[in-house]
Protein backbone atom coordinates (compact mmCIF):
# COMPACT_ATOMS: atom_id res chain seq x y z
CA UNK A 1 0.00 0.00 0.00
CA UNK A 2 0.60 3.49 -0.51
CA UNK A 3 -0.09 7.17 0.11
CA UNK A 4 0.98 9.55 -1.79
CA UNK A 5 -0.06 13.64 -1.16
CA UNK A 6 -0.19 17.14 -3.19
CA UNK A 7 -0.76 20.37 -2.33
CA UNK A 8 -1.40 23.53 -4.56
CA UNK A 9 -0.84 27.04 -2.52
CA UNK A 10 -0.22 30.44 -3.87
CA UNK A 11 3.25 29.78 -2.87
CA UNK A 12 3.66 27.12 -4.90
CA UNK A 13 3.17 22.91 -4.56
CA UNK A 14 3.87 20.51 -1.94
CA UNK A 15 4.10 16.71 -3.02
CA UNK A 16 4.79 14.16 -0.21
CA UNK A 17 4.93 10.54 -0.26
CA UNK A 18 5.88 7.09 2.23
CA UNK A 19 8.08 4.51 0.79
CA UNK A 20 6.88 1.18 1.81
CA UNK A 21 6.30 -1.76 -1.01
CA UNK A 22 4.65 -4.77 -0.16
CA UNK A 23 5.31 -7.96 -2.34
CA UNK A 24 3.49 -10.32 -0.45
CA UNK A 25 3.21 -10.50 3.68
CA UNK A 26 6.93 -11.95 4.45
CA UNK A 27 8.31 -9.09 1.89
CA UNK A 28 8.32 -5.62 2.65
CA UNK A 29 10.47 -3.09 1.10
CA UNK A 30 11.37 0.44 0.01
CA UNK A 31 10.64 2.44 -3.03
CA UNK A 32 10.46 6.14 -3.53
CA UNK A 33 7.20 6.66 -4.98
CA UNK A 34 8.17 10.58 -6.11
CA UNK A 35 10.02 11.65 -9.39
CA UNK A 36 11.18 14.92 -10.41
CA UNK A 37 12.01 16.03 -14.22
CA UNK A 38 12.92 19.47 -15.64
CA UNK A 39 13.41 18.38 -19.31
CA UNK A 40 13.28 21.67 -20.31
CA UNK A 41 14.39 25.01 -19.03
CA UNK A 42 10.53 26.23 -19.46
CA UNK A 43 8.95 23.48 -17.28
CA UNK A 44 9.32 21.26 -14.44
CA UNK A 45 7.17 18.19 -13.11
CA UNK A 46 7.18 15.80 -10.12
CA UNK A 47 5.09 12.63 -10.14
CA UNK A 48 3.87 10.50 -7.58
CA UNK A 49 2.99 6.82 -7.70
CA UNK A 50 -0.09 4.16 -6.16
CA UNK A 51 -0.71 0.63 -7.08
CA UNK A 52 1.18 -1.83 -8.65
CA UNK A 53 4.80 -1.48 -8.57
CA UNK A 54 5.77 -3.44 -11.67
CA UNK A 55 3.17 -0.90 -13.80
CA UNK A 56 4.26 2.46 -12.22
CA UNK A 57 8.28 1.80 -12.65
CA UNK A 58 7.13 0.69 -16.59
CA UNK A 59 5.09 4.01 -16.89
CA UNK A 60 8.39 6.14 -15.80
CA UNK A 61 10.54 3.03 -17.77
CA UNK A 62 8.73 4.72 -21.09
CA UNK A 63 8.29 8.56 -19.39
CA UNK A 64 12.02 8.56 -20.10
CA UNK A 65 12.36 6.49 -23.06
CA UNK A 66 10.37 8.84 -24.70
CA UNK A 67 12.27 12.17 -23.62
CA UNK A 68 15.45 10.32 -24.57
CA UNK A 69 14.25 9.10 -28.04
CA UNK A 70 12.49 12.87 -28.53
CA UNK A 71 9.03 10.71 -29.12
CA UNK A 72 6.21 12.49 -31.31
CA UNK A 73 4.42 12.88 -27.04
CA UNK A 74 5.95 13.68 -24.14
CA UNK A 75 6.88 16.29 -21.54
CA UNK A 76 8.58 18.19 -23.46
CA UNK A 77 5.90 18.61 -26.47
CA UNK A 78 3.11 19.35 -24.09
CA UNK A 79 1.69 23.07 -23.97
CA UNK A 80 -0.17 22.67 -20.40
CA UNK A 81 -0.24 20.87 -17.62
CA UNK A 82 -3.16 19.30 -18.35
CA UNK A 83 -1.98 17.74 -21.58
CA UNK A 84 1.12 16.30 -19.43
CA UNK A 85 -1.52 14.51 -17.16
CA UNK A 86 -3.64 13.31 -20.78
CA UNK A 87 0.00 11.99 -21.86
CA UNK A 88 0.78 10.01 -18.11
CA UNK A 89 -2.58 8.78 -18.12
CA UNK A 90 -1.98 7.16 -21.96
CA UNK A 91 1.06 6.12 -20.78
CA UNK A 92 -0.83 3.87 -17.92
CA UNK A 93 -3.59 2.50 -20.02
CA UNK A 94 -0.63 1.04 -22.28
CA UNK A 95 1.40 -0.49 -19.49
CA UNK A 96 -1.69 -2.00 -18.34
CA UNK A 97 -3.50 -3.44 -21.35
CA UNK A 98 0.15 -4.91 -22.37
CA UNK A 99 0.09 -6.88 -19.16
CA UNK A 100 -3.63 -7.18 -18.04
CA UNK A 101 -4.22 -10.75 -19.40
CA UNK A 102 -1.24 -11.90 -17.66
CA UNK A 103 -2.01 -10.38 -14.80
CA UNK A 104 -5.40 -11.24 -14.71
CA UNK A 105 -5.03 -15.61 -14.78
CA UNK A 106 -2.74 -14.62 -11.61
CA UNK A 107 -5.65 -13.02 -10.09
CA UNK A 108 -2.89 -9.94 -9.60
CA UNK A 109 -4.15 -5.87 -9.69
CA UNK A 110 -1.56 -4.48 -12.09
CA UNK A 111 -3.61 -0.70 -11.83
CA UNK A 112 -1.77 2.00 -11.32
CA UNK A 113 -2.74 5.39 -9.84
CA UNK A 114 -0.89 9.07 -10.05
CA UNK A 115 -0.41 12.51 -9.42
CA UNK A 116 1.16 14.70 -11.32
CA UNK A 117 2.20 18.26 -10.28
CA UNK A 118 3.95 21.15 -11.88
CA UNK A 119 4.23 24.35 -14.13
CA UNK A 120 5.18 25.68 -17.57
CA UNK A 121 6.69 29.02 -18.06
CA UNK A 122 3.78 31.39 -18.55
CA UNK A 123 1.10 29.24 -16.65
CA UNK A 124 0.07 28.72 -13.27
CA UNK A 125 1.76 25.76 -11.51
CA UNK A 126 -0.93 22.85 -10.52
CA UNK A 127 -1.73 19.05 -9.90
CA UNK A 128 -3.44 16.57 -11.71
CA UNK A 129 -4.90 12.84 -10.77
CA UNK A 130 -4.28 10.76 -13.24
CA UNK A 131 -6.89 7.63 -12.61
CA UNK A 132 -5.96 3.80 -13.59
CA UNK A 133 -8.72 4.10 -16.70
CA UNK A 134 -6.52 6.93 -17.83
CA UNK A 135 -7.88 10.53 -17.52
CA UNK A 136 -7.59 12.72 -14.53
CA UNK A 137 -8.99 15.61 -12.74
CA UNK A 138 -7.43 18.70 -11.43
CA UNK A 139 -7.21 20.34 -7.84
CA UNK A 140 -9.86 23.18 -7.05
CA UNK A 141 -9.53 25.93 -4.46
CA UNK A 142 -12.52 24.53 -2.89
CA UNK A 143 -10.33 21.45 -2.16
CA UNK A 144 -6.54 21.93 -3.07
CA UNK A 145 -5.26 18.77 -2.75
CA UNK A 146 -5.13 15.58 -4.18
CA UNK A 147 -4.26 11.87 -2.44
CA UNK A 148 -3.44 8.70 -3.44
CA UNK A 149 -3.36 5.13 -2.21
CA UNK A 150 -4.44 4.44 1.87
CA UNK A 151 -5.82 8.54 1.84
CA UNK A 152 -8.85 8.23 4.38
CA UNK A 153 -6.32 8.55 7.79
CA UNK A 154 -4.58 11.50 6.57
CA UNK A 155 -7.63 13.47 5.11
CA UNK A 156 -8.98 14.81 8.65
CA UNK A 157 -6.32 17.40 9.18
CA UNK A 158 -6.44 18.53 5.46
CA UNK A 159 -10.43 19.21 5.19
CA UNK A 160 -9.67 20.94 8.68
CA UNK A 161 -6.62 22.91 7.43
CA UNK A 162 -5.57 22.73 3.97
CA UNK A 163 -6.15 25.90 2.16
CA UNK A 164 -4.57 27.70 -0.58
CA UNK A 165 -2.82 30.83 1.63
CA UNK A 166 -0.67 28.41 3.80
CA UNK A 167 2.77 29.20 2.86
CA UNK A 168 4.98 26.05 1.47
CA UNK A 169 6.43 25.66 4.89
CA UNK A 170 3.32 25.03 6.43
CA UNK A 171 2.30 23.44 3.60
CA UNK A 172 5.16 20.71 3.82
CA UNK A 173 4.62 20.70 7.89
CA UNK A 174 0.86 19.64 7.32
CA UNK A 175 1.62 17.37 4.85
CA UNK A 176 4.18 15.46 7.78
CA UNK A 177 1.16 15.17 10.14
CA UNK A 178 -1.22 13.70 7.34
CA UNK A 179 1.36 11.03 6.78
CA UNK A 180 2.21 10.81 10.04
CA UNK A 181 -1.38 10.02 11.22
CA UNK A 182 -1.64 7.38 8.40
CA UNK A 183 1.29 5.09 9.39
CA UNK A 184 -0.09 5.23 13.13
CA UNK A 185 -2.87 3.88 11.52
CA UNK A 186 -1.95 1.46 8.50
CA UNK A 187 1.41 -0.49 8.92
CA UNK A 188 1.07 -1.09 5.19
CA UNK A 189 2.34 2.53 4.75
CA UNK A 190 6.10 3.06 5.90
CA UNK A 191 8.52 5.50 6.46
CA UNK A 192 10.93 6.85 5.56
CA UNK A 193 9.20 9.93 4.22
CA UNK A 194 9.77 11.94 1.10
CA UNK A 195 8.65 15.86 0.69
CA UNK A 196 9.53 18.22 -1.78
CA UNK A 197 8.22 22.32 -1.83
CA UNK A 198 7.94 24.17 -5.47
CA UNK A 199 7.69 28.02 -5.33
CA UNK A 200 5.51 29.25 -8.16
CA UNK A 201 7.42 30.31 -10.56
CA UNK A 202 10.84 28.84 -9.99
CA UNK A 203 10.96 26.57 -12.66
CA UNK A 204 13.46 24.35 -10.86
CA UNK A 205 13.67 21.08 -9.43
CA UNK A 206 11.55 21.11 -6.25
CA UNK A 207 13.74 21.07 -2.59
CA UNK A 208 13.27 17.20 -1.24
CA UNK A 209 14.16 15.71 1.17
CA UNK A 210 13.94 11.99 3.29
CA UNK A 211 12.61 12.33 6.31
CA UNK A 212 13.29 9.19 8.74
CA UNK A 213 11.74 7.52 11.67
CA UNK A 214 15.19 8.77 13.95
CA UNK A 215 14.68 12.71 13.08
CA UNK A 216 14.73 14.97 15.44
CA UNK A 217 12.62 17.02 13.57
CA UNK A 218 10.02 14.59 13.06
CA UNK A 219 9.96 13.70 16.42
CA UNK A 220 9.20 17.19 17.41
CA UNK A 221 6.53 17.76 15.07
CA UNK A 222 4.92 14.20 15.90
CA UNK A 223 5.30 14.74 19.42
CA UNK A 224 4.05 18.54 19.74
CA UNK A 225 1.01 17.46 17.55
CA UNK A 226 -0.44 14.64 19.74
CA UNK A 227 0.59 16.81 22.60
CA UNK A 228 -1.51 19.57 21.02
CA UNK A 229 -4.15 17.58 20.06
CA UNK A 230 -4.60 15.39 23.91
CA UNK A 231 -4.67 19.67 25.37
CA UNK A 232 -7.50 20.91 23.34
CA UNK A 233 -9.73 17.58 24.03
CA UNK A 234 -9.23 18.21 27.93
CA UNK A 235 -10.35 21.97 27.29
CA UNK A 236 -13.42 21.22 25.33
CA UNK A 237 -16.74 21.56 27.43
CA UNK A 238 -18.54 18.73 29.18
CA UNK A 239 -21.50 17.85 27.83
CA UNK A 240 -24.68 18.85 29.84
CA UNK A 241 -26.65 15.80 30.89
CA UNK A 242 -30.85 16.91 31.78
CA UNK A 243 -32.09 15.70 35.17
CA UNK A 244 -34.27 13.38 34.39
CA UNK A 245 -37.41 12.46 37.51
CA UNK A 246 -36.82 9.80 39.12
CA UNK A 247 -39.99 7.10 39.09
Not at 67 to 72: G, I, R
Not at 136 to 163: C, H, N, V
Amino acid sequence: MTYCLAMCMHEGLVFASDTRTHAGVDYVTTYSKMFCFAPAEDRVFTILTAGNLATTQEILYRLKRDLDTQAAGNLCTVNYLFEAAHYLGRLSQAVQAEHHSALSRSGIDGSATLIIGGQLRGQPPGIFLVYPQGNYIPASPETPFLQIGESKYGKPMLDRIMTESLTLDEGAKLALVSLDATIRSNVSVGMPFEIAIYPTGSLALPQRQEIRAESAYYNSVKSRWQKGLSETFKQLPNMEWPDYPVA
